[in-house]
């Protein structure tokens, strides 16, 4: 049957901005008719119809549809943008306020009586009064793991830096003794010169290898994929046999994760060549538009340089309203309510970066898939302007949705904090805490579709979750989103590259002799920086994959018929494997 919504004039249509050329006379999508709009559906049009004779899938979808250039969900990004003024103003206004203190503190000799000084993170700060405790800010903070450690760190940087200040300053006094600072301070500038070049080697060779495992995954996909079930198989088999040494119950914890995992390899071994199809066809798109990995990898000292800032902001804030003194002995408890605002700006500026990488992601692929000679560069049109509308008109959509994630996340960890100290714990904190983390996991899951949608047609994030849960359902394909197979080869391949560098990183060291310690600690903080540094650089450049994963499935779901016109081989490739791995979902 023929579908009002159709454009007779078969003018291309437009994708983000982007004019797609129909390559034959079929009758194409009109966004411009005048009942063709946000949520219409499309009952009696088969857009997707390759060769004319597939069978329709069945039920109503909602098609994307590019929507006006405008700044959606603006209340959010104002907000945003709010926050992190306010963040700036606490650091700099109670940062410097801390910091004056804490180095008078330092270069008056404070706090070295004997192992009387009273710090940020010490055990015995509630002796130090006897009777009278006075609370500390590290206290309330010590159970919540890394944000105690950058707490801890910040303090002690500060200190450090005043009482380096404060012994340089009277050094002149005794030559003897300045002398023998000057080696000290030698060796540990060898040391830290050591690292860098350390550090400068492992990167390149982690860009290097990272980029070659692109190449690798894209043609020996499904040769990964086992591997990584294989080697779960065997990880949990050598597990299970360890565990039979411990105890009972250790046993039949083992020998339960090896059962599950061999089930697990067992039911979804069929669906292998669909899980790589989709990994080929999302590297491909991911390798013909590299430079996102330039902005994946610049997001990485966004969030180091936020880390820093928010350490800065928080113990500062912590430090001035808890009245405390430059040796950290502080009159008042920490507002929990203010701690819990600090802790959500941090998680939600994480969500906000990692988002925008995501929704540029969403848009470049989109503009490969519907245009490929828009998208099939380096620094393509299509990466340029994905990422331009990631950070403009769709940055307070990103904001609202990373915002509903942090609110959970912070919320998780107030009642985790609360429930491992002294005064807390007990069953209801426990089941609070499961099911925060929960609703954290459906949330992430929602925004990762949802901002797909984003990406691709300039949607608010709410109509981006409606209509991209539409479309899955009305597909039937809610069980195809579940499939998690691509994840684990992308999480072994960043942990295999950072083997690799780390082993280059430790002959390195080894060859030019560089010495961080002794021999044995020498050859483990060589390694332990090449395999992080290689784990971590690969892991962003396969989150660039994972999220072109998401991509392909939406664009497919919505437009195979512009993916067989214009990447054929691999259009053929997937309809194959996809027919094979869901019978009964796939009607292409």
Known sequence: MVSPYYNASSSPPVVQGVLVNNNNNNKIYDHKHANHGIGALETDLNPNNVGGNQEEGGGDWTRGETQPRRCNDVIFAILFYAHLGVMAACAAVFGSRMYSEVAESAMNGDGGDGGRERKLGSDDSNDYYGSETVETVSEWVAESGVIAWMVESTYNLISSVSSF?????????????????????????????????????????ALVVSTMALSVLIRHAQFLIKFALLFNIGATALFAIGSLFLSPFAALVGIGMFVITVYYAYVVWGRIPFAACNLETATTAVKSNLGLAFFAYSSLFVMVGWSACWMVSFVSTMYVTGGCNGQAQCENDPSEVLVFFMLLSYYWTFQVISNVIHVTVAGTVGTWWFVPSEGSSCCSNGVRDSFLRSVTTSFGSICFGSLLVAILEASKQMIKNLRESEDGGGVLLCLAECLLACLQDIMEYFNKWAFVFVGLYGYTF?????????????????????????????????????????????????????????????????????????????????????????????????????????HPKLADDMKTTWRQAWPSEFYY
């Open 462 to 566: 709410v109509e981006s979750g409606k209509n991209v849960i539409n479309l899955f359902k009305t597909r039937g394909w809610t069980t195809i989103i579940t499939d998690t197979l691509a994840n684990s080869v992308l999480g072994m391949l960043s942990v295999a590259v950072g083997l690799i560098t780390g082993l280059v990183a430790l002959a390195i060291a080894q060859i030019q002799g560089m010495v961080f310690g002794d021999e044995l600690g020498a050859s483990a903080a060589a390694f332990f920086i090449g395999f992080v540094v290689g784990m971590v650089l690969t892991s962003t450049l396969m989150t660039l994959v994972s999220s072109a994963v998401n991509t392909v499935i939406v664009c497919y779901a919505e437009a195979p018929r512009e993916f067989q016109e214009n």
């Open 165 to 205: 200040a404060a012994s340089h300053t009277s050094s002149s006094e005794n030559e003897g003794r300045a002398l023998q600072e000057d080696e000290e301070s030698n060796y540990g500038t060898t040391d830290i010169s050591d690292m860098m070049v350390l550090l400068g080697i492992s990167t390149l060779i």
